[in-house]
């Protein structure tokens, strides 16, 4: 598999619950990143944790790393129809200078 | 807000023709990138530049492509003689510095070519 492969590639759920993204990826990495896309738009940073944090809190978002896994999670709580977009995790490399390496990418549907 | 920008949105072109991308970053950012998606895949790096130079490239990034900052805000992605596969979704990013490495996307730039 190739560097940064999120599952599940499509997620569908109801406003309210909670939606779990999964990432994993290949290299050491100095941090890892997660982005959503709305449909045909720009990428948003939505969260940075780095190789030596554990997990990570930003308000809805919870990001947990296991660098020994070498995978993510990214938890979305109490999800809104607002919330869906493809989500992608990117990672740094280490010993990159800082270019960015993209997951294919989770499509998450929350439905009213 | 601080936001990076990209023109045009949208650009159609001949095989074989130029095209320039153009992108202003965020005012005090330091390092800028390309990147593209090309429709239903993954987004690819595609090249960094900081201090006036390229500061690493991928594969994808051959002689058909090149990059400016020919002034004090503009960062311009040209591609020389576009191929039916350049065909996809260019995004802009700046970051300020190295031990910020969030990366700021723009809304990107649909290349359709024909």
């Known amino acids: 598999s190739q560097q940064g492969e999120e599952d599940p590639q499509a997620l569908s759920i109801q406003e309210g619950e909670n939606a779990t993204m999964n990432c994993s990826y290949k290299?050491?990495?100095?941090?890892l990143q997660w982005y959503r896309q709305n449909s045909g738009r720009g990428l948003v940073h939505l969260i940075l944790?780095?190789?030596?944090?554990r997990e990570k809190h930003s308000g809805r978002l919870r990001v947990t790393l296991d660098t020994s896994k070498k995978s993510s999670s990214l938890l979305i709580t109490a999800s809104r129809a607002a919330d869906t977009a493809s989500y992608f995790c990117?990672?740094?490399?280490?010993?990159?200078?800082?270019?960015?390496?993209f997951g294919t990418g989770t499509r998450l549907l929350v439905s009213p | 807000e601080p936001e990076v920008t990209q023109t045009p949105s949208h650009q159609v072109t001949q095989m074989g023709q130029e095209v320039i991308l153009r992108c202003v970053p965020i005012?005090?950012?330091?390092?800028f990138y390309w990147y593209r998606q090309i429709l239903g895949q993954k987004v690819e790096f595609l090249v960094s530049?900081?201090?006036?130079?390229?500061?690493?490239k991928s594969e994808i990034f051959d002689d058909q492509f090149s990059v400016e900052r020919p002034d004090g805000s503009n960062f311009t992605l040209k591609i020389r003689s576009t191929k039916l596969e350049d065909s996809a979704m260019y995004f802009c990013?700046?970051?300020?510095?190295?031990?910020?490495?969030?990366?700021?996307f723009g809304p990107g730039t649909r290349l359709t070519v024909t």
């Open positions: 990117a990672t740094t490399p280490a010993g990159g200078f800082q270019k960015l390496v």
């Open positions: 990013a700046s970051s300020a510095t190295t031990s910020s490495y969030e990366q700021y």
């Open positions: 290299t050491s990495i100095n941090n």
């Open positions: 944790i780095r190789s030596n944090e």
């Open positions: 005012s005090n950012h330091l390092y």
């Open positions: 530049f900081y201090n006036n130079e390229i500061s690493e």
